[in-house]
């Protein structure tokens, strides 16, 4: 373990999770191209407000799924998987957990001064509460999400459905105009997003039994997990541009989705399971950068 004030930076920042963190800046973006082509404003510090929400609560998630993981003995042997903060000693579990507890709430905050800034339905709070108590209950709990099957789920409902979602309506609402729900629209981004949970379980499948955290790919079978990519990659890019043409460019990710799923099928190493995924990555950035191409032109 370093422990120069570098080292010490650098862990923190590993534990974040960098590379993942499209997860939000797509899904907040995406829901601004919506609100954009609904009204043709964008208001910049609502947007800001969201993203930084977004942004924290998944930091938050990750801080929490390191330091749950390791309590439950998931991150003792990560043979194909980039080392856990906690696991590998970087961390302590204590100063983990702390963090993770202090970065949510102060995701809650931010997103209660959202709220505020833009006039919107106090209802609104019980999406904040719901995001950080799943972000918890994801490795934390008596029933951890990720353990019994349910992460992918979550991650469709939350970084899709509700991240887009909720942005487009603060958005929406914010330049005091009514909001009308699309739920096409998040409903491609959460399947999208999820593909990068998919190669992750799918490359920890093997470990992920022997410790008893059941994903689904877990549940049903490590081949399953070139399905899951396929299904989410066909709803994704497929099915929601023919649901909702105003977002018809997506299409064009379609191929690139191929050529990743194609790599994670051979994927055996740390390195190409690793390429998997930035690969995964980018072609969320691409989807996300069409999406909002569409909506806006």
Sequence with gaps: MDGSPGG???AWVLAARPKTLVASVVPVAVGAGLAYGDTGSFPVHLFILALLFCLLVQ???????DYFDYGRGADRVRSLGPARAVASGMIAPRAMFVVSVCVLALAFGVGVV??????????LLWVGVASVLFAIAYTGGPLPLAYNGLGDLFVILF???VAVGTTHYVLVAGV??????NWVVPLGIGFAVNNLLVVNNTRDCREDEKVGKKTLVVLLGRRSGLVLYGLGLAVSTLLCPSLDPDVSLVVWVFPLGLFCLLKLSKASTRE???FALLATSLGIVAYGFLAVLSLVA
């Design 59 to 65: 930091i938050g998630t990750n801080f929490s799924n």
């Design 159 to 161: 970084f899709g459905l």
């Design 176 to 181: 005091g105009q009514d909001w009308r729900l």
């Design 272 to 274: 190409q399971y690793g």
């Design 8 to 10: 010490r930076i650098k």
């Design 114 to 123: 959202l709220m505020e800034i833009s006039e919107t339905d106090h209802r």
